[in-house]
């Protein structure tokens, strides 16, 4: 959908013909009747399968097109590309914790990053998948397939695993789920995405995820010794180090507060505020209050965004935080 709007013409194939009709008809692709068809006579090739289903297609792709993927785990397919094929592992840092067709986006990329792997790539390759990442509004960034690895494991990966663990944690206590709120929702978040294709996922990437589960462990334990022992100083330090470590790392998305009353047609305002400041929203989150009487609506932009955002919102005579 992204690359039709930078006028691509695209041809798609899907082993489920109701992906293919839901992708066909949100406009994303032409459909094909086999992935021989699809391949045809094009310049690229991008496998978007699961990992399992990717691995059995590159080794068995004949075609003069560049290809790529999308792949959460780059070693493991980049290993598999047959001598020859004009590869370029890829592997966009955007999503969202529904699948298919229907949940997709042309605008799901931009300002995201999108790791390119430099393994046995030519150039001239590479700097066609760099243009092309770019024209869609993501940042590419280049790295070897077993870096990608190491990295992903600790910042998806493992996230991925704590929300699974915090979730079914807090799933033990009955009494926890009518007070779950916004920072357990933010931490947990992913743990409601289609579970089918991230066994296969973690386990091509056992090592660098045993290896961060390990490293999880000992700095939640680090952290259970100084609560055990009431040393403030020593937590107090711990929090800090943390605090000025995500300061320092990439660009945070700036985040609105509006107080919602509750009143008809807020939410219409909203928006009219959203079109006039031409603000790019990243996320929306909408917090009612437990017994009525308006709520929370968390609004995340861009940097430097939240002001001509907040004032179109003051402008329409909403409150914020």
Known sequence: MALREQNWSTVGWDPDPRSLQAATDRGAVEPAGSPEEAISGVDLVILAGPLGANLDRVTNLQTDAIVTDVTSVKRAIVDAVPSGLRFVGGHPMAGREHAGPGAASPALFRGAAWILCDDRTRPEDLAFLEKMVGSVGANPVVMSAALHDEVVAEISHIPHLLAVALTNLAAENPDTAP???????????????????????LAANADEVAKGLGQMISHLTKLEAQIEAGDLDAIRATLETARRNRSGMAPTLSRVRVVLLDKPGEIASVGHALESSHVDVRDLQLRHAEHGGGGILTITVRPGEEGPLRAALAQEGFDTE
């Open 179 to 201: 007070l779950v709120s916004g920072s357990f929702r933010d931490l947990t978040r992913v743990a409601g995405a289609d579970s089918g294709w991230w066994p296969e996922v």
